[in-house]
């Protein structure tokens, strides 16, 4: 769903006068592969977190994932998830990459995988608050972030660009 979404609302923020085939160009991967990049890594942050906190009931469940089945121990894991947070919010926040939209789109979703899965919160006990969290990252964060960040770039990118 990242890749899609990251991608499809990025080509909806193409300007018209330019024309879709600018999506294939590389001024528009420029400005996707970074964003998207971050996307994917904040993901495996939010995946994985919910993985870790999640290992006994994942081994009735899942038990083909990593941490359930014992092919990834809990400190890789870890160590997996934050350096997945770090680098994704390290690319994300780079000089020439960045808008405050992006900015917004990584620390909510972020913060919100977060409250999701740790305690003393763990929204996803309780179905009203896991139904929000995710709705709030799914349907709104990610939508109007990555949309007004690709707004924001690609405007000002093909503008720079025209000679």
Not at 59 to 86: C, D, F, H, R, W
Not at 101 to 126: C, D, E, H, M, N
Request: hydrophobic share 55%; proline share 7%; aromatic share 8%.
């Amino acid at each position: 769903g990242t890749i899609t979404s990251v991608v499809a609302l990025h080509m909806m923020m193409i300007p018209s006068n330019v024309g879709m085939l600018f999506a294939l160009s590389p001024l528009f991967l420029k400005v996707v592969a970074p964003t998207l990049i971050s996307a994917l890594l904040l993901n495996v942050y939010i995946v994985g977190l919910n993985q870790v906190t999640d290992v006994s009931i994942d081994k009735v469940n899942k038990p083909n994932l990593p941490l359930a089945s014992g092919a990834m121990s809990m400190k890789q894991a870890i160590g997996v998830i934050l350096t997945s947070l770090i680098a994704g919010l390290l690319i994300g926040f780079l000089p020439g990459v960045t808008t405050a939209p992006l900015q917004f789109t990584l620390v909510a979703s972020g913060l919100l995988g977060t409250l999701y899965s740790l305690p003393p919160f763990r929204f996803k006990r309780f179905p009203t608050s896991a139904a929000l969290c995710i709705s709030a990252v799914r349907g709104f964060v990610i939508n109007w972030g990555f949309a007004a960040h690709a707004f924001i770039k690609l405007s000002s990118d093909i503008a720079t660009s025209v000679p």
